[in-house]
């Protein structure tokens, strides 16, 4: 249960200060909570790995495999969801995905070996992708515009939580002695108590007013031909996608990494080291924290690129520091990355669901989070081969250019759209130039 509270008192620090809606902000509570899950799902294996490699006994080909699972499931679970929340309902949806967490959470804890937990860990991805396009459909549907952009970029908050929790599990675990085995079924477990909590909230959230009135047949062919006759949504969904392959190259090979190099090389013992894998992700906690709260003076596109020039300013240091093994500067250099790819992501989905009609948002966040998570996929599972290959100085270089191009991207075809409407106009006033 104190996980529960942390993540709640984290969505409550989130929503201070900040005039919602009556009713809608337990709502979003819940939808952030939801997300929390996902990025607990997302990022249990990367977190845990050298515990499954040492248990399962594996190689480094395999690992990229193994970690690389859940965002296969992710992608797959992104397009279905898409369809799914839009034809059957955001509430329906909600549930069902909850359940398929209770379920893949047992199963993958239950791996005897790497084929299960492959398997198990895909099928746990597809809720996690699904969920997303739900999510972003219901804070979409039920905030004011103004707000409902703040709440969609707490994702990158919501996975930083995920981390820490993961991360300071595991000093609990292994303070306690536990071998390898042991840790990493909790590890996965543990997220059973907020999906269970979930489940307890269930009855107290409505369905969308909005998705009740929209068009239930439109499919993905009527949202590609409908995109293009719209300037607004097209050019949004052309930064959506390109700069979800950036970010998303980024989350797949550096981000999902920084656990394994720095255990890796061993830098002062395996609790030790752990403390400073938390010491790094920590700063993703104002990073997610004040992304959102200077949306409204500065906008979604200045957020985008000041991320990417951020995290393409980590990746260079950290990949000069590991050709001259100068590892004191790793931890910085990780922390600059990590605040950087928090910022870079906030727009991307956030945006996408934005400009969305209502009867195609749920295949618009779909189709967004199904680019973005494709090469996250691909880029895990072709990291740890590419940096055997060249090692991993060279590699994470290779990485920078990734995030080089989220910034040109966002700054040649990216327009402002904070405040934006569905009847295709925005507050101007709500950004401040």
């Keep these: 249960m104190h996980l529960c509270t942390f993540s709640f008192n984290i969505i409550d620090l989130a929503f201070m200060e900040t005039e919602y809606p009556q009713g809608n ?8 909570t939801s997300l929390f899950i996902d990025e607990w799902n997302i990022f249990s294996i990367p977190m845990i790995s050298i515990f ?12 990229g495999l193994v970690t690389g699972a859940t965002i296969g499931g992710a992608s797959i679970g992104s397009v279905l969801g898409g369809y799914m929340v839009d034809r059957f309902g955001r509430r329906k949806l909600f549930f069902f995905n909850l359940i398929l967490f209770l379920i893949s959470a047992i199963l993958s804890a239950l791996s005897i070996n790497l084929t299960m937990l492959v398997i198990f860990r895909f ?6 992708g699904a969920d997303i396009a739900n999510v972003y459909s219901y804070i979409m549907e039920t905030e004011k515009p103004g707000h409902r952009e703040v709440t969609g970029a707490y994702n990158t908050l919501m996975a930083s939580v995920a981390i820490l929790g993961l991360n300071g599990s595991v000093v609990i675990l292994l303070i306690s002695g536990l071998k390898a085995t042991a840790i990493w079924k909790i590890a996965i477990l543990i997220q059973i108590i907020p999906v269970l909590f979930l489940l307890l909230s269930y009855k107290r959230i409505p369905e969308s007013d909005i ?6 047949e439109a499919t993905y062919i009527d949202f590609f031909r409908k ?9 949004t969904s052309m930064y959506s996608w390109c ?13 999902f990494f920084i656990p394994y190099i720095i255990l890796k090389f061993g830098i002062s013992g395996a609790i030790n080291d752990r ?6 992700y920590s700063i993703g906690i104002p990073a997610g924290y004040l992304g959102p709260k200077i949306l409204p003076k500065i906008g979604l596109r200045k957020l985008s690129y000041s991320g990417f020039a951020l995290s ?18 790793l931890p910085v250099s990780m922390m600059i990355f990590v605040w950087g790819n928090h910022w870079n992501n906030e727009p991307i989905t956030t945006s996408q669901a934005l400009v969305a009609d209502s009867d195609m948002r749920g295949k618009a966040v779909g189709i967004s989070n199904f680019i973005y998570q494709l090469p996250s996929f691909l880029s895990i599972s072709i990291f740890p081969i590419m940096f055997s290959a060249i090692g991993m100085g060279y590699s994470t270089l290779v990485v920078a250019i990734a995030s080089f191009a989220g910034i040109i991207i966002t700054l040649a075809v990216f327009n402002e759209i904070f405040g934006y409407r569905n009847d295709a106009t925005y507050d101007s006033e709500c950004v401040k130039s």
């Design 275 to 280: 403390f400073i894998i938390i010491g790094i």
């Design 312 to 329: 393409f300013a980590g990746l260079v240091i950290s990949g000069l520091a590991l050709l001259f093994n100068i590892y004191i500067v």
């Design 123 to 128: 099928l746990a991805g597809i809720p996690a």
């Design 243 to 255: 700069c979800g392959i950036a970010s998303g190259i980024e989350v797949g090979t550096f981000a």
């Design 211 to 216: 998705w009740k009135a929209s068009n239930k």
């Design 227 to 235: 995109l293009r006759h719209n300037r607004v949504q097209w050019r």
């Design 52 to 63: 499954v490699e040492h248990s399962l006994r594996f190689g480094t080909t395999m690992l």
């Design 25 to 32: 902000s337990g709502i979003s509570k819940i939808m952030l």
